[in-house]
């Protein structure tokens, strides 16, 4: 049985940082790009960051650049987002994505798997 398990949220104060770990299981994982979406109340579900399988590319929304870093560690099949710098307008419910298969990585449709979503908060 796959499963995809977030971790990591939770309420911070505008400028502060969380870690979102998510864990994988019940399936090949480790040679697939991986990825985090998010969605806030009332709007689209959009892509955050993602990840290839071997870590030599990384891609971001526009949004986060510069600010969230996107990894992962194969051995433990887990994928990892630190978000620095944190805005009230990233509060959202973070989810996990993988594997994707085509590369077309901001799409939702283009994902085998979600987890069950984690919720960031951040004040202002």
């Known amino acids: 049985q796959v499963q995809l398990v977030e971790s990591g949220g939770g309420l911070v104060q505008a400028g502060g940082s969380l870690r979102l770990s998510c864990a994988a299981s019940g399936g090949t994982f480790n040679a697939y790009l991986m990825a985090w979406f998010r969605q806030a109340p009332g709007k689209e579900r959009e892509f955050v960051a993602g990840i290839t399988w071997s870590a030599s590319s990384t891609f971001y929304a526009a949004s986060v650049k510069g600010r969230f870093t996107i990894s992962r560690d194969n051995a433990k099949n887990t994928v990892y987002l630190q978000m620095n710098s944190l805005k009230p307008e990233d509060t959202a419910v973070y989810y996990c994505?993988?594997?994707?298969?085509?590369?077309?990585?901001?799409?939702?449709?283009?994902?085998?798997?979600w987890g069950q979503g984690t919720q960031v908060t951040v004040s202002s």
């Open positions: 994505a993988g594997p994707n298969y085509s590369g077309r990585y901001r799409s939702v449709d283009e994902y085998a798997y």
